[in-house]
């Protein structure tokens, strides 16, 4: 069982920056990618990022060139750095990870005011 817990998330400014945590724990011998979604209400959960365990990254659109993920393999740990942040990036970020199958996070939520 792998749990995955974010942190980070919470009320910024139009412009500001934050950046997310996301600590996987429990039994991992290895974990291959590690990504990054989000969910507006009444939208869909979409990809922001991803991230393979030899560091090959690939964005959203929407956020290429603000946004930048990154992990740490010997900490079992991913992050998101969320600069020039929208109002339409406010959302519940989810944490991703592929062990075994498919682990999420219970999600943090991002407020961007205008």
């Known amino acids: 069982q792998v749990r995955l817990v974010e942190s980070g998330g919470g009320l910024v400014q139009a412009g500001g920056s934050l950046r997310l945590s996301c600590a996987a724990s429990?039994?991992?011998?290895?974990?291959?990618?590690m990504g990054w979604y989000r969910q507006a209400p009444g939208k869909q959960r979409e990809l922001v990022a991803g991230i393979t365990r030899g560091g090959s990254t690939n964005y959203a659109d929407s956020v290429k060139g603000r946004f930048t993920i990154s992990r740490d393999n010997a900490k079992n740990t991913v992050y998101l750095q969320m600069n020039s942040l929208k109002p339409e990036d406010t959302a519940d970020y989810y944490c991703?990870?592929?062990?075994?199958?498919?682990?999420w996070g219970k999600g943090t939520p991002v407020t961007v005011s205008s």
């Open positions: 991703n990870a592929r062990v075994d199958m498919d682990y």
């Open positions: 429990g039994t991992i011998f290895f974990i291959n990618n």
